[in-house]
């Protein structure tokens, strides 16, 4: 198993350009998450998935958005690019068993 | 909501220096317990974990971190450290049914050769 995946693994931005962060993952794992990790700030929620067809927004959604049309497919869009959304985004999969969360290597993203 | 505290932000040991880092919890209940490490550049691996049971539990590397249910703590330990321990490392909190964890901040781990 590949686990959780994510693309693409560097990225430069301009201030309001738009981009996807993919992530997948091959563990049939139902829950989802994207999580950004700021220096000295530890992880904070973006957004998480429950499932198929289910979103919701976790700590700090503004200026992000997600979709989650498959199982294994849990992507984030961020719209209009911004100076303050230059971090490194993780994304996590699990189960509800245990909460125990299998996260991918890391998008690290930089809006100048 | 749960909090997760991580009182000591930067930490920096000797080689062979034993090693405590401290985790605090808010919200008591069912939890499950969690120790992640960072290596510089990586992502977050999971160290060790706690469901139930004996609250003694030990990891990878020869980590392990003890639950004490009565003062909502969850401190990591290590005997021996190594250079090769250079990390972040994190605590992380789930309340049973709930299907988000609450991280600490971090506690970056310097080891002097």
């Known amino acids: ?112 | 909501a749960q909090s997760v505290s991580q009182h000591n932000h930067h930490v920096i040991l000797s080689e062979a220096a034993s090693l405590e880092l401290g985790c605090n919890y808010s919200y008591g209940g069912t939890v499950n317990l969690f120790w992640y490490v960072q290596y510089p550049g990586q992502h977050l691996q999971l160290l060790l974990k706690y469901f139930s049971g004996d609250p003694l539990v030990k990891g990878i590397k020869g980590f392990e971190a003890e639950f004490i249910k009565s003062k909502f703590s969850f401190n990591l330990r290590k005997p021996s450290v190594q250079w090769s321990d250079t990390a972040e490392y994190f605590c992380a909190v789930g309340n049973f049914g709930n299907e988000k964890l609450t991280f600490g901040t971090g506690t970056r781990l310097t080891i002097i050769p």
């Open chain 1, 1 to 112: 198993n590949a686990g959780v995946t994510q693309t693409p693994k560097f990225r430069i931005l301009k201030i309001g350009q738009s981009m996807t962060l993919q992530c997948a993952q091959d563990m049939n794992h139902n829950y989802m998450y994207w999580y950004r990790q700021d220096p000295g700030m530890g992880l904070k929620l973006i957004y998480y998935s429950v499932g198929a067809g289910i979103t919701d927004k976790g700590e700090v959604p503004n200026g992000y958005n997600v979709s989650r049309s498959t199982t294994e497919d849990f992507p984030l869009r961020l719209e209009l690019a911004a100076p303050s959304q230059t971090s490194v985004y993780f994304c996590a999969s699990s189960t509800l068993l245990n909460n125990e969360q299998f996260f991918g290597p890391g998008t690290r993203l930089t809006v100048l």
